[in-house]
């Protein structure tokens, strides 16, 4: 069974997320069409946003533990982009001396 957290993002979810046994598409027999890194190279045939990327099937599978293939009718990839911001404080006198010295005199030294 496919379990997913309990958050607004799922609620109103189209797709789903699924663990495979590896990363290979394939056909109602199991062989293998392609892999993801491969159909991430062909143009999506879906793009809703600039983030979002849907690639359709006709009649493909994938290998899910405890399932066995299992028919799949899109894949859908979603970018998220998160933002990591680290501020430092420093002593900036010797630092803005260093600068002024440099600007006056012409002259490039380090200041410690």
Request: charged residues 30%; proline residues 3%; negative net charge.
């Amino acid at each position: 069974m496919c379990s997913v957290q309990n958050s607004e993002k799922w609620s109103n979810a189209t797709h789903l997320p699924l663990s495979t046994v590896d990363d290979n598409i394939r056909d109602a027999v199991g062989r293998v069409l392609l892999s993801i890194e491969e159909l991430k190279k062909h143009a999506p045939d879906k793009r809703p946003d600039d983030n979002t990327n849907i690639y359709c099937f006709e009649d493909a599978y994938v290998i899910i533990d405890h399932w066995g293939l299992m028919k799949i009718d899109e894949i859908k990839f979603e970018r998220e982009y998160s933002k990591d911001e680290q501020t430092y404080s420093i002593d900036a006198g010797r630092f803005v001396r260093a600068i002024l010295a440099d600007a006056l005199g012409g002259e490039k030294m380090v200041i410690m």
